[in-house]
């Protein structure tokens, strides 16, 4: 009965996936609608992976602010307009195998 035990454990393969990294991932866009579905996305394809994930931290907004001269002949009143853009993040902290972050870049 031993034999036949001893004989199973050495027919299991076992996946040698090495050593754990603690990873971190910043997602970002000017898309407030794109980085949500992209953040859960990402997260649902991280989990299949079977590795721990934490849920995505919200990074504050970044604003920038570009005045340009709505004339730029220079002549008449000097008019101008401002444009802003929004940036957008998600920030994932990952614990991963080193076969896994391969995969991972595929995404």
Known sequence: MNTLLDEKKDDLIV????EVRNIVVNLSTTDKKDINESAR??????KELKEEVSVP???PTDEAVF?????PCGNGTATFV?????????KFVL???DKNILKLLHF
Do not use: A, N, P
């Open 67 to 71: 005045t340009c001269r709505k004339s």
């Open 15 to 18: 996946e040698d996936l090495g």
């Open 57 to 59: 931290e919200i990074v």
């Open 95 to 97: 614990k991963i195998h």
């Open 41 to 46: 996305s990402f997260y649902e394809y991280v």
């Open 82 to 90: 401002r444009h802003t853009m929004r940036v957008y993040q998600r």
